[in-house]
């Protein structure tokens, strides 16, 4: 049995979180692996039945680093994984570590502060220098990884999940949805995100019908709307969801008459999939790693096409034909897409490394 | 048709009175929740079985072993009554276990008997895995049956214990022991390994007995007074008993006194470090002595101190660099053998001990304690009222004593019940019951008159009246 060592001290944080307890639970199902998850002394989130050891300091630290060093040198694992750049001092070895995206070093405004983005280039590639392996979710960061930070032969290609989301309890949608047509996405208002696109389309989508709101998943931003759209009536018709715990999204997702997803960079793009897997159509750009998460089970539009996007979400509201085959489409493709199998492939991974 | 009875899995597995409702109705049921569990994470994997010597303990286990195959499990029952450390080493030295089943009901008296659950790394199953099996019970037994194998588990365990010890040196010291497995799955084993040495071995409570003779399987006194009196009449070296399920372990030195675990887990644990060469972390639980904080400080070794239950220790021996782990039952464990407790292990490293320096388990106490300085230990069980014990429960996030005993309280502990550290390394430690209207108490101090004196504090503290 491979004794695996995963660092899960991210699992409260978004995206990070969600691969944390979706690969550490289907590791920790399998009975080829004895499996060791650090996890935050201070963290909220169960991440699986495995062994948990508690760590206290940051993960960026130089303090989190150590600790995490001396982790690993107690528990002596066939192989310590890192779900995201942070490594251990000193690199043990095998190290395999997950790069989810190098958005801050290719995208302008993601991470506007120069030190910020030294010190994050810094950490990426000293996590490139010291891994064995290194996982992305998709074969466009892999690329990515390859051409910035000169990972060369080492890089593996993992895709991510959603099912163990989208198999949980299904909440109430927010109040004054009930009945509503709406357009979902989400709202990360980050510049690469690209949300003034799908407002801008929305205030062409909403004239003629003038039932259909635009619900932006996440917390609100006071402001940000009328920044975009002025005195555009069809502001009146956006609102931010507030903040949304993973049944009422859940809600929203499947509940959605349209899933637009317009954003100029992903590492891999879970809400996609996830709308997918919830039956909701979707929309979304054709960039980056997107066309790789929806294969042909959604409308795609070139990035920042204010009209294509218009038309795309025109489409699928008017055509129920339309939706209804991009809703099938998209629960096959995401049934295709499983932790279990995430976790196969990356066992894959942690055998070319430990050569058993 | 009356209600299935109920069936809860506890910390080591689900216990009941056999014939009550230990029933092989019920131990059917149990077996096709496991066998649902086990088949669906592991298809087609091997479950061992092993069984202890209750009463028809051996064709509960091959009824369980045709349920659990009836899942496209591989089940392979011993072709003996086994140790629990036997059938756990066997697990996880087996590349194609994914699971272990023993048929025990450990140091419980006659008319119990259990159904523990080992995973693949012959550690115990944790509760969130009891709790699927616990999820997957149908209330009616199973029809499906399926064939097993018959395999010999003794033989590669005991050949495993053989090379962990040298053989040499304890035959060169001419060691006359006695051996009492209180009846229970140590019979034989031990003291036939004894003998492979040139032991000579006087083996009481040997005999086949699932009634044990009316003891408990338990080897602390009064259950061990037999073997105490044993050695003083006959002169011997010393004596080892072990419990229903061999894994905990009782010793007495050649006058006839008991030697209580925790000096064991230090005699132990400073062979390891200093004739053995091994190193990494003690484990202890909060509940046991001090002696083993101050020889680990001698020996500048680390000691990471856990609740009560050997289910923590595992834990710390899956977190790794961990050279033993012990509690004040009894049980110990050595990881780089197995992840669990083992008494015939214990019992053969004291063995070797006495052998390699040429003295008695008195003078090797002596020489511990001259490194240490003495300590006495003792424990009392208060049966309180429901409605006191309660009180005292809900107290103890308050209890702030500044002085107990006379003693400056230098600091309090909340891990498991509440521990008050006191000067000259002496504690007392109240711990309630989970299921019952008890309440332990446990002090230790330098002399066994303030000993005392925490102890009748502590009841005073457990009954409210301070």
Known sequence: MMRVLVDCRMADWSGVGRYSTGLTRALADRDDIELI???????????????SIPAAARPFTLAGGLELGRIVRRVAPDVTHCLHFPVPRPVPQPLVVTLHDLSPLIVSGVMPSLIRRVVYRRMNVAAVRGADRLICP???????????????????????AADDFSSGEVGPLPSGLAGVRYVLSMGNTKPH???????????RVSPLRPDVRLVLAGEDRPGYIADVLGSDPAAAKVGFAGRTDDATLRALYGNAAVFAFPSLYEGFGLPPLEAMALGAPVVCARDTSLPEVVGDAAIMFDPGDVSALAAAVSRVLDDPGEAARLRAAGRQRAAMLTWAATAEATVGVYREVTGR | MPDPAPITFGTDGWRAVIADDFTYANLRRVADAAGRVISSASPGGTVLVGYDTRFQAGSFARAAAEVLSSHGLVAKVSDSYCPTPALCW???????????????????????????????????????FTDKVEAALLPDPPAARGEYEVVDLMGPYLESLRGLVDAEAIRAA?????????????????????????????EVHGEDNPGFSGLHPEPIPPHIDDVCALVRSRGLDAAFVTDGDA?????????????????????????????????????????????????????GIEVVTTPVGFKWIYEEMVKGGVMIGGEESGGIGIPSHVRERDGLLMALMLAEMMAQKGKGLGELIDDLLELTGPMEYRRVDLKLDSAVKDSFVDSIPRLEPTEIAGLPVKETQRSDGIKFLLPDDAWLLLRPSGTEPLVRVYAEAPSLGVVDDLLAAGRAIAEGTV
Do not use: C, W
């Open chain 1, 193 to 203: 995100k690209d949300l003034p696109t799908l407002l801008a389309a929305f205030s």
């Open chain 2, 174 to 202: 001419s060691l006359k022991v006695a051996v009492d497995p209180l009846h229970g799955a140590g019979r034989g084993y031990l003291a036939g390994v004894f003998r492979e040495f040139g032991v000579e071995v006087i």
């Open chain 2, 247 to 299: 894994d905990r372990i009782g010793a007495v030195d050649r006058s006839g006194t008991f030697v209580n675990p925790h000096r064991i887990i230090a005699l132990v644990a400073r062979h390891l470090f200093e004739d053995k060469g091994q190193r990494g972390t003690i484990v202890k639980t909060v509940s046991t002595s001090v002696l083993v904080d101050r020889l680990a400080n001698r020996l």
């Open chain 1, 138 to 160: 998709s074969a466009n960061t892999a690329s990515d990884v390859r051409r910035l930070l000169s990972a060369g032969e080492r890089v593996r290609v993992v895709p991510e």
């Open chain 1, 37 to 51: 998850q650090v996890v935050a002394d201070r963290g909220t989130t169960p991440v699986s039945d495995a062994l």
């Open chain 2, 90 to 128: 066997n697990v996880s030295r087996d590349d194609a276990a994914v699971a272990g089943v023993m048929l025990t009901a450990s140091h419980n008296p006659a008319p119990y008997l259990g159904f523990k659950l080992r995973m693949a790394d012959g550690g115990a199953s944790p509760v969130a």
